[in-house]
């Protein structure tokens, strides 16, 4: 692909006299003084090989993932330093963009610093892509933001101009992040591409650490489970269009994982892949223990579990109220080991909901339900004492963490397309089993713990 001569934010000029069929060399501005590098020229607007993306992933205090989607084969880096005129600035390891993967591209960037803002920007066939910017995760305690949701299914999703305008540290989406239905790998891999070219959503992921799962439609249809045919084009096509930190890691059959910020532990479920597999178990043995063990092993001030399906009582199919015995085996080995701080998240149901259940725990266990980002929306009908609140239309969820003060504590809000709060609620680590005494944080090197099938 020939570089356009109308490249923008380049810190070196391009003489005439130094253009050449198919390639430019850059020559520095000054003259009197030999730089060591400069920065690559960038492409003009609407003609970068950047075709989706970038996307900032699975971010620890000291790296984080990049993904990006190319316009054909060849070779990717991401250029990133602490400044913002880059100066000073290093390099990734190169990775290629390949057909075989979508032309998506998982870049690492090591070595970096806690709790500290990053400007990054993509390099390939010698020019530059738009500059972004990132944080990474706290070492210890901190107060950070959480945005949330799912049911992304609908084109013009404003919702992520509201939730950018909200400033989160970290997304997560939980399932149904796309609507594709489909169980063959170019279908699955086009609603993907469909979904980037959203720009909202593309300006939040772009300078948003996001994790995502999968729930019934981005996996392979309405309320499918690990039984029907397909399930590993679906695997592929997730694996390929987020940056978790077990993706895109083919050992794992499956997409759990866990992650930590600032003293929050968090346990992405898996809720498709191993559904009815074994009949009655939504997880599935090695998920199941995975999840069992981790939690017994966090010493995190909250541990956040995160489901595509709710897990209240209200909706009698397609959630967890299907596998009541593996929803109970859970809450009693929460409660048999003391495992303290735990908080449920869930989408799919196409309204917010903050509830407040009585379980097999010896405190209340708080469930919060966001959805939908972008999609038809359900009526808060009927009644429940222990929902405390409800919202019907498109919407997103924030949860503000803080482990600094004392006690430590959440705020959980629900926000209307306009980033306008409707509900919210409080929640202190004294009202759900007390503070966890252990220090320091467990390290997340591999968050699919290499557990097998």
């Not at 043995?285 to 001030?301: E, G, I």
């Not at 725990?361 to 972008?374: G, I, M, T």
Request: glycine share 8%; net charge negative.
């Amino acid at each position: 692909m020939r570089r356009s001569e109308a490249s923008q934010g380049s810190d070196c000029t391009i003489p005439a006299t130094m253009r050449y069929p198919g390639a430019v060399l850059p020559i520095c501005a000054s003259v009197s003084v030999i730089l060591t590098s400069c920065a690559p020229p960038r492409y003009a607007e609407g003609q970068s090989w950047v075709t989706a993306g970038p996307m900032v992933g699975h971010t620890t205090a000291t790296s984080a993932i990049v993904w990006a989607r190319a316009s054909g084969e060849g070779d990717v880096s991401v250029r990133y330093a602490t400044d913002a005129s880059m100066k000073d600035a290093r390099e990734s390891d190169t990775v290629s963009a390949k057909m075989a993967s979508d032309l998506t591209v998982h870049m690492a960037i090591p070595d970096l610093k806690p709790d500290t803002r990053y400007f990054y920007e993509l390099v390939s066939r010698g020019s530059a892509s738009a500059r972004h910017t990132f944080k990474t995760a706290p070492s210890g305690g901190a107060k950070f933001r959480v945005a949330f949701g799912s049911c992304a299914g609908q084109p013009g999703q404003t919702v992520f101009r509201a939730m950018r305008e909200a400033k989160p540290d970290l997304l997560l989406m939980l399932g149904d992040n796309v609507y594709a239905n489909a169980s063959e790998l170019p279908a699955l891999r086009a609603y993907y591409r469909n979904s980037r070219a959203e720009p909202d959503f593309g300006a939040v992921i772009a300078e948003t650490p996001t994790w995502a799962i999968w729930d019934d439609h981005d996996f392979l249809g309405n309320d499918l489970d690990g039984t029907a045919p397909g399930k590993e084009n679906a695997l592929k096509a997730f694996r390929e269009y987020w940056a978790n930190g077990n993706v895109p890691d083919t050992s794992q059959r499956g997409i759990w994982h866990r992650f930590t910020w600032g003293n929050v532990e968090f346990f992405m479920l898996d809720d498709r892949f191993h559904r009815n597999v074994v009949k009655g178990s939504m997880l599935g043995p090695t998920q199941r223990r995975w999840l069992f063990d981790n939690l017994k092993q966090s010493n995190a001030m909250f541990k956040v579990i995160a489901s595509g399906s709710v897990w209240n009582t209200q909706k009698p199919h397609d959630s967890w109220n299907e596998f009541p015995e593996e929803r109970r085996a859970l809450f009693e080995h929460i409660a048999a080991h003391k495992i303290a701080g735990v908080v449920l998240m869930a989408g799919d149901i196409h309204r917010g909901e903050v509830w407040r259940m009585k379980t097999e725990l010896p405190y209340p266990l708080y469930e919060l339900v966001s959805s939908p980002l972008a999609m038809r929306v359900s009526d808060c009908t009927g009644e429940h004492p222990e929902r405390l609140g409800c919202y019907s239309g498109n919407m997103f969820s924030t949860l503000d963490v803080d482990t600094v003060s004392t006690p430590a504590a959440l705020h959980v809000a629900l926000h209307d397309e306009g980033g306008k709060v409707v509900f919210a609620h409080d929640i202190s680590v004294d009202e759900i089993g007390g503070p966890t005494k252990a220090e320091p944080l467990r390290p997340t090197v591999n968050p699919g713990d290499n557990y097998e099938d």
